[in-house]
């Protein structure tokens, strides 16, 4: 609010380019349950309907009014001054057109002008027409985890957006890996641990503690379970062998299932009894032990997956699946900063893109090169540390200020020049 009441008062006109996930839909109410999850004829995952992604647009607009309504004064204090909002994986909600109609109304209110200043650019890349050599996107097309493709092709353009129409003829928004991730996993997780979703890029929060969470005394069981689906669901979405998601410190590939069985081993007979027996009252066919059950590679990825939804279920069961630090195997640990850095250094090494200087977002990691700017992130993101190192879930769970630093960073242009391109800190 403060950011935009200062430059609701400078002088000249300003343009206020957000680069994707203002709005967090993912995450926002209602953000669990079946009815968020679909399919179209061919599989494809899908997620919200334009129903749901505007009950979420209220639920966000509920918390954060205040913040809203500062983006109108901006807009309506000056008629020269206008905002350009590119969706990120976080909020490709603004693909449907009537989220997009509430969304100016909140803003905006009655004030007609300042909604026509206020837009939505729906290609990949948007270019300022007063600063032609400026490439922006959000980055999330370079990420295999949070990209949005259909068939090798982008759906992520007003010509080809991110919507599809489900099995029962719904109209959807195609579901990404990270955004399942979220919905399937981490949603009901962030109750206990609310800074669970702020380990930034995906890839460390896969290192650090997605791996802790099946290591003793460093992840409740809950995590384990929830982390141990979530491999599976991962192995089989990208295509790679089970086996090449956790290895031991010497290399001995484990499974994931195996891990969580370990804790069933510690249980009491009475208390799994007591286990199934919840099970089947929440309408799953467990009829053996799940000792047994996670002994099999397809009943266990089922369970598991069941278990995820149900994370309530698992109170009581003892923690510590099995001894030994884990990691994850080459194939989930893709660096996307550098991924978002290499694409960037194409595109203004290719002579055709006339660009000069790109700025990009989506990793929440600060980059400031000559030309390349990522702006970071204004959400607590988790620190790197200077020597990476499993971490215990009790991290996730407190108000670790210095584990989870922000800074309100921000790319300034100014008209006509790429070399007037820099980062810049609100403070």
């Known amino acids: 609010m403060a950011f935009l009441d200062y430059w609701r008062g400078q002088d000249d006109a300003v343009e206020l380019v957000i680069n994707g996930d203002l709005l967090d839909f993912v995450q926002a109410p209602p953000y669990k349950g079946s009815s968020l999850r679909a399919a179209d004829r061919d599989g494809i995952p899908l997620c919200f309907t334009q129903d749901q992604s505007c009950d979420k647009l209220e639920a966000i607009n509920s918390s954060h009014c205040k913040s809203f309504a500062a983006l109108g004064s901006f807009l309506a204090h000056r008629p020269t001054n206008c905002i350009t909002i590119l969706p990120g994986n976080h909020d490709a909600d603004f693909y449907w057109g009537r989220v997009q109609e509430k969304f100016r109304a ?82 009901d997780l962030d109750m206990k641990y609310p800074y669970v979703d702020n380990v930034k890029p995906f890839s460390r929060f896969l290192q650090l503690f997605g791996a802790s969470a099946l290591r003793p005394g460093f992840g409740p069981i809950h995590a384990a379970v929830a982390v141990a689906s979530m491999h599976a669901f991962l192995a089989k979405t990208l295509v790679t062998h089970p086996k090449d998601v956790l290895k031991r410190d010497g290399g001995e590939p484990v499974s994931a299932a195996s891990l969580v069985r ?166």
């Open 106 to 187: 909140l803003v905006c209110g009655s004030n007609d002008g300042a909604a026509q200043r206020l837009r939505f650019w729906l290609d990949p890349v948007y270019r300022p027409e007063l600063c032609p050599t400026l490439w922006i996107e959000h980055g999330h097309q370079h990420d295999q985890v949070n990209c949005f493709f259909i068939g090798g092709e982008p759906c992520w353009s007003a010509k080809n957006p991110p919507i599809r129409t489900d099995r029962l003829g719904n109209e959807r928004l195609y579901e990404c890996i990270g955004t399942r991730f979220l919905i399937q996993y981490l949603n």
């Open 262 to 427: 370990a804790a069933f081993e510690k249980t009491s007979v009475s208390r799994q009894n007591a286990f199934i027996d919840a099970v089947r009252g929440r309408g799953y066919p467990l009829n053996i032990s799940p000792k047994i059950t996670l002994a099999n590679e397809n009943s266990a990825a089922a369970l598991l997956s069941f278990l995820s939804d149900n994370l309530d279920l698992l109170d009581g069961i003892d923690s510590g699946p099995a001894e030994g630090t884990l990691k994850l195997g080459q194939a989930f640990r893709v660096d996307e900063t550098n991924e978002l850095r290499s694409h960037a250094l194409r595109t203004v090494s290719d002579p055709n893109t006339g660009a000069r200087f790109v700025i990009m977002g989506h990793t929440h990691e600060v980059v400031n090169e000559p030309s390349y700017i990522n702006t970071g992130s204004w959400t607590r993101y988790y620190k790197l540390q200077a020597k990476e190192r499993l971490r215990p879930w009790t991290v996730l769970r407190t108000k670790s200020w210095n584990e989870f630093p922000y800074q309100l960073n921000f790319a300034l242009a100014k008209q006509g020049g790429d070399s007037l391109v820099e980062l810049q800190t609100y403070k």
